[in-house]
Nanobody, 121 residues
């Protein structure tokens, strides 16, 4: 499956952005989907994940209550709604596909190219 992330941009602290992840090539509903991020000089970290059906979700503690992951299998697209953004959320955000919901990068065999989110104070 090929993944294309979009929706990044620059926003002030407290603002919101919605990232999208468009899938093609294989049946999107066969894969769990995750969002990860990587800030300059830091390792890639888990943000959120959603099961194949969308019935289960899981969040990193740092974003729980502020970010919402969702998916529309009919549109082969996943989303990450990010509210109450903080400067520490600044990073390149990647979407990825795995056999099922997982917080581990090693579980994901397919990755999008990343989209930059910059949050200014």
């Amino acid at each position: 499956v090929q993944l294309q992330a979009s929706g990044g941009g620059s926003v002030q602290a407290g603002g919101a952005l919605r990232l999208s992840c468009a899938a093609s090539g294989r049946t999107f509903s066969r894969y769990g989907m995750g969002w990860f991020r990587q800030a300059p000089g830091k390792e890639r970290e888990f943000v959120a994940a959603i099961s194949r059906s969308g019935g289960s979700t899981y969040y990193a503690g740092s974003v729980k209550g502020r970010f919402t992951i969702s998916r529309d299998n009919a549109k082969n697209t996943g989303y990450l709604q990010m509210n109450s953004l903080k400067p520490e959320d600044t990073a390149v955000y990647y979407c990825a596909a795995a056999l099922d919901l997982s917080e581990y990068t090693s579980s994901y065999g397919y990755w999008g190219q990343g989209t930059l989110v910059t949050v200014s104070s």
